[in-house]
């Protein structure tokens, strides 16, 4: 039997650039296939040819064995290829079910009105079908990201996809959302759908894929099955050497107390306590992790941090001056770089080049201001410099933001902030979308700014991440610290119980609690951390020495 | 021009795919975008002259069609020769030996007139464009236009008595008199960026009220208080003739000046510079392209309301002190509709200053050329604004779509631009939801 894909040397050039250079690819029908590799391996071009948006420079697109030629994706909608994209592409305002028809919505009175029974009657049908659990009726913006998702789906199976193409698609979801997602993969293939996913994470593509094939440079470097193979054997494939998945952390004397928040509540957009009565301290030379589900309160931690967002009481104080009423200029002009998570909305001006976004935050500054004037020679050799160390591709300044990929997006403001000379670094999610290569260079420079006596708040939903490079991981639920554990000691199932909300009465909570009890007892020390200040401080720091062992990347 | 690509997004809406390949184009496209718009407003126009033609009444045809032989009242090939010929005052010779007029110069009256409404939009467009490049509408052009100009002439009738009449008093007079007409439009203008800072009032609402404030508030003041003794309009005195900016070179009667054209390619040139090379100038351009970005830069977005349209005000305000100076020689009630083209002077030069010196220019021919078909020929003059407003519909329309294309979000990473071989935008836990 022919496969249900079959991609027969496809070559894809660009000016200037082989994005897929004679690919082959064979999916069979009802598998998971995940296309495994970094930022900028051809995954997504190559997905683009086979959804139409490309047309190959060489080779064949196969469906079923027969030969395809695809002028858009509507001739391979119409062949039974669907697309899902990372970024979702529904309308807010209407429900789900108008949603999934629209564009090929029932017609009657010879095409004037659109059947809404019927349409409605399709999607429940076809949620039913594949155990999907949406509510036709709910509106867009009132359902959860891994709902959306499932609605995309729904729309990609409307329209009578056999495949089903994802893009990245756990890059927006919780865990929990994940495995649910997996789900549907199950229910999807049990049907004889065929799903080809895009990912650059491993333990993703081992958990849910069939079969793996990786993409480097363009090449294929090999399908394997993933039953028969090891994550260091796939991380080698797609980096083409060996990688070193735990970082290396070094033991490290805390210095000054760089910030210190004290009963801080912020609330988020609707005026919703986010965060609730926290206190924390962070010294120089000192990674504090923040782990815990997204929405739990980090984003609203981090913009009163920052400046970006007004706190409803309590004091941030950095460096010994209190924040209260300082601007977000202030605190940059005091040194306090940030890595925002949403780098397409804050992160970058998306019509802007390089060159200057490489002085966003520092534009009323030396060398790149003048008495108000601007240097944008100053302003090239900084982007130059930020792109060569932090190996943004392609390599040019001149290049607008919004042509980079997520993953050299994110390695462009991590430079940038990292470059700033800083006293703080606040660091969200500052790996997201990175491939491992950049990911290790990252994680290396965090490790060198801490190194150099520079305070990391690093919040993170990497779990792996959090807890190789954190002195102190903190857990984040409802707004408030329901652990700072020593992420040494600590076990997986221990920071999945803090990040549910419960508290841990065990040990190992004991050594890496005191930088709050030293603070001063305040009311949400979490557990019973509160003796021997100094000694247990150094014990938590030199546990998170012998830390790497206890992270399984 | 390249593959714009419209259906990156998958399955956009009708709205996207018509909207999305305006989004992306670069400046070259635009311009070739903008002569062929040009010329398809100059076909619509010519039918429409044929057809009004033919309903007209004439006792001899303008025009007779060849083969069919019918006759027509308007000439369409007239309308157009002598909307852009006599707009520069007739440099090419139409119908004689010769493709140039050879008693032509550029200092006629016709051009004067070109180049004294070119003057004004300038002001008027820098106006708009210094909002929208802010991410402001302002509508209120007009409005710190009125203020603008009645400062100015209120200040230099003033200050007239005080100075010994000539040239000095005359420069001192114009900077001074040019300077209050900044702070009054300034001021005006600065009163829907507060509102809109500090009591989220939409702009393009409270700039179009304040224009019917500033409009009836002046002429309530002048009527009652500033009114010329003996005057039959609504008007202040005429300000003394050496206050006003001389007419070199073009004859008097143009009211256009050398001088206060090139002062206003000066206002654009140091736009253009504040825009694109001053740390005030980035936080302004990227407040207005990406708000969450410049507030993550560090910029100050209230202050930066208030300053850019502070700063829209104070151009419209010159505006106005140059229309007193050149053109009026004193405030009067019915003040042209120059705040208002400011508006389409701005879209049509895609929010650049810089663009704003050929599409005023645009403007000017427009307006001078109207003027000339009103001596020249039978054609109504409604028919001649019916014509420039479709040149002006045409050109302006793709640059339109461009800029709601962009504020909808449509295009950008998925057009033009994106032939690298890119993984798709990386994983941004916000963003599905936003």
Known sequence: MNPAVHLDGITKRFPGVVANDDVDLAVERGSVHALLGENGAGKTTLMNVLYGLYQPTEGTVRLDGEPQSFDSPRDAIDAGVGMIHQHFMLVDPMTVWENVVLGNEPKTWGGLRVDREAAREAVVELSERYGFDVDPDATIADISVGEQQRVEILKALYRGADVLIMDEPTAVLTPQEVDELYGVFDELTEQGKTIIFISHKLGEALSAADDITVLRDGVNVGTVAAADVTREELAEMMVGREVLMDPATSPQEAGDRVLEVTDLDVEDDRGVEAVSDLSFELRGGEILGVAGVDGNGQSQLVEAITGLREAASGDVRYRGESMVGKTRRDRIDRGMAFIPEDRQERGLVMSYDLVENGILGSQHDPPFANGGRLDWNASRDHAEAVIEQYDVRPPDADAEAESLSGGNQQKFIVGREFERDPELVVATHPTRGVDIGSTEFLHDRLLELRAEGKAVLLVSSKLDEVQGLSDRLAVMHEGEFTGIVDPATVTEEEIGLLMAGESLDDDSVEGAAIHDAAGGGTDDTPGDGSDGADDASRDGIDGATGGDEGVDA | ?434
């Not at chain 2, 018509?18 to 407003?41: K, M, Q, T, Y």
């Not at chain 2, 009242?73 to 909307?83: A, H, T, W």
């Not at chain 2, 300077?179 to 989220?200: F, M, S």
Request: glycine fraction near 14%; aromatic fraction near 10%.
């Open chain 2, 1 to 434: 021009m390249s593959d714009p690509n419209p259906d990156a997004d998958g399955d956009p809406s009708v709205f996207a795919r018509v909207v999305a390949p305006f989004v992306d184009r670069s400046v070259a496209e635009r311009l070739v975008i903008s002569v062929a718009a040009i010329f398809l407003s100059i076909l619509v126009g010519f039918a429409l002259v044929l057809v009004s033609g033919r309903i007209a009444e004439c006792s001899t045809a303008a025009w007779t069609m060849p083969i069919t032989g019918l006759g027509f009242c308007y000439n369409p090939f007239e309308v157009y020769v002598v909307l852009f010929n006599g707009a520069l005052g007739y440099p090419f010779a139409v119908g004689d030996p010769g493709l140039f007029n050879p008693g032509w110069t550029p200092f006629n009256l016709s051009f004067g007139l070109t180049l004294s409404e070119t003057t004004l939009l300038i002001f008027t467009g820098l106006s708009v464009a210094v909002a929208f490049r802010a991410g402001l509408f302002n509508i209120g052009t007009q409005g710190q236009l009125v203020v603008g100009a009645l400062a100015t002439a209120l200040t230099v009738l003033a200050l007239a008595p005080l100075l010994p009449a000539g040239p000095v008093a005359g420069l001192v007079l114009i900077v001074v008199g040019t300077a209050a007409g900044a702070v009054g439009g300034g001021l005006w203008g600065a009163i829907p960026g507060a509102l809109k800072a500090y009591a989220d009032a939409n702009e393009v609402i409270t700039t179009i009220m304040l224009n019917f404030v500033a409009a009836n508030v002046a002429y309530v003041l002048v009527l009652e208080v500033f009114r010329a003794e003996g005057s039959s309009v609504v008007a202040t005195r005429y300000v003394p003739e050496y206050a006003q900016f001389p007419s070199v070179l073009f004859p008097a009667s143009t009211d256009f000046a050398l001088i206060a054209l090139l002062v206003g390619v000066a206002f654009i040139g140091a736009l253009y510079y504040f825009v694109e090379h001053t740390s005030l100038g980035y936080d302004l351009r990227t407040s207005g392209v990406q708000a969450a970005a410049a507030e993550y830069g560090g910029v100050n977005a209230k202050l930066t309301t208030v300053r850019a349209m502070t700063l829209s005000g104070a151009l419209g305000g010159i505006g106005g002190s140059v229309w007193v100076l050149m053109s009026e020689g004193r405030w009067m009630a019915s003040i042209p509709d120059l705040g208002f083209d400011g508006i389409t002077v701005s879209i049509l030069a895609g929010n650049n200053p810089i663009g704003v010196l050929p599409a005023a220019f645009l403007f000017g021919i427009l307006k001078g050329g109207a003027l000339e078909i009103g001596f020249r020929t039978d054609v109504p003059t409604e028919l001649v604004a019916v014509l420039r407003g479709l040149i002006i519909l045409f050109v302006a329309m793709p640059e339109f779509f461009r800029m709601i294309g962009r504020y909808a979000g449509v295009g950008g990473a998925g057009g033009a631009g994106s032939t690298k071989p890119d993984e798709s935008a990386g994983g941004d836990g916000g963003e599905a939801d936003a």
